[in-house]
């Protein structure tokens, strides 16, 4: 059983920056890919970005690249979300999630994760 817990949502207005932590519990987290979701009120829970066990491969929809990084600590048992530049339509519940399972790559689909956390909430301000 993995215990994920997010941390780090806010409010801020748009241009500012945030930083997303998700601290997982367990033994084996260096050998998740872990991925970052997202979720507005009215719309399906999407896909914002994922690395890979080691941090060597990352991967980002299209509508943050450039402005969100994600990186790991796998000392820690955390993978962080750097957001900047955040705009309005960056508002919504961030999910962190872990894939357990060794993929080719990287997984975008929330089905393809095992375990998510409970959520932290991102309100972006215009």
């Known amino acids: 059983q993995v215990q994920l817990v997010e941390s780090g949502g806010g409010l801020v207005q748009a241009g500012g920056s945030l930083r997303l932590s998700c601290t997982a519990s367990g033994r084996t987290f260096s050998s998740y890919t872990m991925g970052w979701f997202r979720q507005a009120p009215g719309k399906e829970r999407e896909f914002v970005a994922a690395?890979?066990?080691?941090?060597?491969?990352?991967y980002y929809t299209d509508s943050v690249k450039g402005r969100f990084t994600i990186s790991r600590d796998n000392a820690k048992n955390t993978v962080y979300l750097q957001m900047n530049s955040l705009k309005p339509e960056d508002t919504a519940v961030y999910y962190c999630?872990?894939?357990?399972?060794?993929?080719?790559?990287?997984?975008?689909?929330?089905?393809?994760?095992?375990?998510w956390g409970q959520g932290t909430q991102v309100t972006v301000s215009s």
């Open positions: 999630a872990a894939d357990t399972t060794l993929r080719r790559f990287l997984a975008t689909m929330t089905g393809k994760y095992d375990y």
């Open positions: 690395i890979s066990w080691s941090g060597g491969s990352t």
